[in-house]
């Protein structure tokens, strides 16, 4: 399994990013996906994640703001980050749920068994 994210850098306040996670070695579409971020100084949290049937869930502090999206013949994951804010400066994961992880528990990363290498998302003010 690889996943290769991509499209982070440094924007201002109130700016848009798309990030991309090219996944290959398993089949994409079967399987959950999710984005994670992790901050400096905190724990990896939450972001967004979206099922084999396209539904998709988001943390309270993107939603309105953050779309997940998954094109599965190009075997690839997306999020859209709107009006990013200097509190989503992080470096953005994207992640593989495990077979079986039920919905409640999509926000946890211990139901992700496979994590790409993460790109770095910078917001200044």
């Known amino acids: 399994v690889q996943l290769q994210a991509s499209g982070g850098g440094l924007v201002q306040a109130g700016d848009s990013l798309r990030l991309s996670c090219a996944a290959s070695?398993?089949?994409?579409?079967?399987?959950?996906m999710g984005w994670f971020r992790q901050g400096p100084g905190k724990e990896r949290e939450f972001v967004a994640r979206?099922?084999?049937?396209?539904?998709?869930g988001y943390a309270d502090s993107v939603k309105g703001r953050f779309t997940v999206t998954r094109d599965n013949a190009k075997s690839t994951l997306y999020l859209q980050m709107n009006s990013l804010k200097p509190e989503d400066t992080a470096v953005y994961y994207c992640?593989?749920?495990?077979?079986?992880?039920?919905?409640?528990?999509?926000?946890?990363?211990?139901?992700?068994?496979?994590w790409g290498q993460g790109t770095l998302v910078t917001v200044s003010s």
């Open positions: 992640a593989v749920a495990r077979r079986g992880a039920i919905q409640s528990a999509l926000r946890d990363p211990t139901s992700y068994e496979n």
């Open positions: 070695g398993f089949h994409f579409n079967t399987y959950t």
């Open positions: 979206i099922k084999r049937d396209y539904n998709t």
